[in-house]
Every structure is written in C-alpha cells, then in structure tokens.
C-alpha cells in the first residue's frame, strides 16, 4: 500500500476527516442526552414548584404564564387548590459576585413569602452559595413570611431588615434584588379569577 505523501494537503484532508467525524460523533452523543437532560431539569423545577408552594393540586408548570416588569421576562407558575388561587412560584435572577443567580420564589395568595429554592448560582463556596439555606425559616437572614408589597427586601448593611451571608454582603443583595423582581412579576400576574396576585405592588 502506498504512503501518503507529507504535504500540507494530505494533512489538511486528514485534519478535515477527524473535524467530521469529531462533530458527527459529539451531535450524536448530544441527540441522546438531550432527552434525560430536559426530562431531569423539568423533574427539578416540579420538585421545586411543589416546595415553595405547598398544596397546589392543579398543574402550575403547565399553566405557566410569562409576566413582564420592565422589559424582563418572568415564569410565573400560578397555583390552585379545588380552583381557588393560593399562591404562586416566580422565577428571577441577578448578578451575583460570581455570576448570575437563578432563584424561585413563592408566595401565598396575599404576597408573604412561603419558601424559595436557589436553582442555580456561580458563588464562591462556603461563603455566598449559603444563600440556598441563609434566608430559609430558621436561618439567619430568614425572608419566609415578609411581603416585599410592603417594604422592598433590603440588606441590613444598607439599613434594611435582612441580615447578610456572612462575608458575602454582594451576593445578598443579588438574592434580595431577584426576590423582590419576583414579586414585582408576581404583583403584576393575573390570577384565574381576574385579579392581581396581590393586593400591593413593589417599585422593581
């Protein structure tokens, strides 16, 4: 069998052939993940939907409505029992110290924080990734209960009510600014019976 001649041809047809059958392979392996990818991210936002709002029985996911505040998209996943509104789960994000925070927060029917669940952050660890716990029930910078309608959550570094993650007074208030553009969306939603899903609304 002849050898190929070392030329800059014969390489650039190699290098082309291994480009081929590098990407076929790499579409390939993406076509078959892709599936149980989106199968456990949407099992994850289910999951988290269900923790933040407790007691739903209809579908909040599959109801989702897009509320705008300011030129952003919000999902907001509304929540019913026997028909009656009782809340509702609002995604938002902002700029962290590491990246963008993703969180989803929910609120019962009168705009009081039930619970949230970080979905996603690019924190330093240790210090601003205990933003999943700090501002939980029980923790130090507790939100469950307050209603940014009221007063828009602040750090208490800027003479707010909530106490900042140790150490990590940036990454607080990237939290403290999604949780109250989420209720910003969630103020302006329309719930099943035609109202707004509460009674005030908080300048985003």
Known sequence: MRKLESSLKNMLLVLTGVTVISVALLAYVNQLTAGP??????KALSDAVRAVVPGFDNDPIA????????GVAYAVYPATKGGAYIGAAIEASAMGFGGTLRVLVGFDA???ILDYSLLSHAETPGLGSKADSWFKKGGKGDITGMNPGRAPLVVDKDGGQVDAITA????TRAFLSAVNAAYAAYAGQNTADGTTGASQQVEP
Do not use: C, L, P, Y
């Open 110 to 112: 009168e705009g009081n």
């Open 63 to 70: 109801e989702q409505k897009i509320q705008e505040v300011d």
């Open 37 to 42: 990818i989106a199968q456990a991210e949407a």
């Open 168 to 171: 990590s007074t940036i990454t």
